[in-house]
């Protein structure tokens, strides 16, 4: 009897721990997180645009540039409601996972390798991908060798 009770709670604490970490993750990375929701930006507002650029250094990292017409970068706001549909933070990608969000016009990419496909989304404050006529709003580069 004691020995399936012990056996139960370890079984039950792993089972709570992996579902914990999936839920997690889930949240930050991948495909089916939250942030893929879309708004559409309607007709008459100004559509926001977003244009990048990836450079290589001596070190073999990368630097991603990014330009945004009809957007501003609005950090402080992020997780918010606030603001409109011209302003939030952008969701970084690389090879469909999301890595990380951008605030700026600059990210640092450490290192990336030949074939890698590198996405940055224009989100709202509240992680809604931008689209305009059911196309999202976004800046796609994949690395090529030299």
């Known amino acids: 009897m004691l020995y399936r009770m012990i056996s139960f709670i370890v079984i039950f604490s792993f089972v709570s721990v992996m579902l914990y970490l999936h839920n997690e993750s889930s949240h ?3 495909a089916d997180d939250h942030s893929r929701e879309a708004v ?4 008459g507002e100004p559509v926001p645009r977003i244009a990048g650029e990836l450079q290589q250094d001596d070190m073999n990292t ?3 540039q990014v330009e945004v017409e009809n957007f501003a970068f609005t950090p402080e706001k992020t997780g918010t409601e606030e603001g409109s549909l011209q302003e939030g933070h952008a969701h970084l990608y690389v090879n469909g996972e999301k890595i990380g969000r951008i605030y700026g016009n600059y990210h640092d990419m450490g290192e990336l390798n ?4 590198i996405q940055v989304f224009l989100t709202t404050n509240d992680h809604k991908i931008l689209q305009k006529n ?3 709003i ?3 580069e994949r690395i090529k060798a030299e």
Do not use: F, I, K, M
């Open 28 to 30: 930050y990375a991948g």
């Open 40 to 43: 559409e930006v309607p007709v």
């Open 62 to 64: 990368w630097l991603l």
């Open 114 to 117: 030949e074939g890698d496909r």
């Open 134 to 136: 059911g196309e999202v």
């Open 138 to 140: 976004a800046y796609e």
